[in-house]
């Protein structure tokens, strides 16, 4: 059972609209995200972390998280093709240290 | 600049073939990790190095086994590849294992296992 979830698993959005990427888990041991973000035949890279409840901004992206219900989302605004990658949260189990990825969401923004 | 670098980028084996991959990084991070990326499973993690001979399993380590003689090198070893090892395979390093650290991962490596 994927011990973090990702939805959607593809979305497209037009040039300069908003994209929202969701991540949920169900164990309680997941208390810090993180985002990744991965271009095509490319390793991931880091986009940003989120520890605290509220909103993370980072330049056109934005980060939410929600403890009570393990929620976490980023949300893309003024989206550009160069945004058109797999985009993976990912999170420490407090319990066990090793690192979990979602399966990805994977964004097309489209010019 | 910090880089993560990974040799072969690309391998074709044979069944049964023992396996070699290299990760190299030049931050003297303490943490490595070796993850494989397989189409709708998104990163496994196979093994977390914490430094020179000290390693951990993740959680997909049967098949695997890792080296890391020097901070700075962390190998991957498939003895007898299967073709279910076929996969990218990506290796990561951190400054700490500590949960602030971002992971810098390197560019892959495609095997294919015939």
């Known amino acids: 059972q994927q011990k973090v979830q990702q939805s959607p698993e593809s979305l497209s959005v037009p040039e300069g609209g908003m994209a929202s990427l969701n991540c949920t888990s169900s164990?309680?041991?997941?208390?810090y995200f993180w985002w990744y973000r991965q271009h095509s035949g490319e390793g991931p890279k880091a986009l940003m972390?989120?520890?605290?409840?509220g909103d993370k901004k980072e330049g056109r992206f934005t980060a939410h998280l929600n403890k009570a219900s393990l929620h976490v989302s980023l949300h893309i605004r003024d989206s550009q093709p160069s945004d058109s990658a797999l985009y993976f949260c990912a999170a420490p189990h407090t319990g066990y240290q090793n690192f979990y990825f979602g399966k990805g969401t994977s964004l097309t923004v489209i010019p | 600049d910090m880089k993560v670098t990974q040799m072969p980028r690309y391998l074709i084996k044979r069944m049964g073939e023992n396996v070699l991959l290299e990760c190299g990084q030049d931050?003297?991070?303490?943490?490595m990790y070796w993850y494989r990326q397989d189409p709708g499973l998104g990163l496994q993690l196979i093994y977390i190095?914490?430094?020179?001979?000290?390693?951990s399993e993740g959680d997909i380590p049967k098949g695997y086994r890792v080296s890391r003689k020097k901070r700075e090198h962390f190998s991957l070893i498939l003895d007898s590849a299967k073709t279910n090892q076929t996969s990218v395979y990506f290796c990561?390093?951190?400054?700490?294992?500590?949960?602030?650290?971002?992971?810098?991962f390197g560019p892959g490596t495609r095997l294919l296992v015939l």
């Open positions: 931050m003297s991070h303490e943490t």
């Open positions: 190095s914490y430094d020179v001979d000290s390693n």
């Open positions: 990561a390093s951190s400054p700490s294992p500590r949960v602030l650290d971002t992971q810098y």
């Open positions: 164990d309680h041991n997941f208390q």
């Open positions: 972390s989120i520890f605290s409840d």
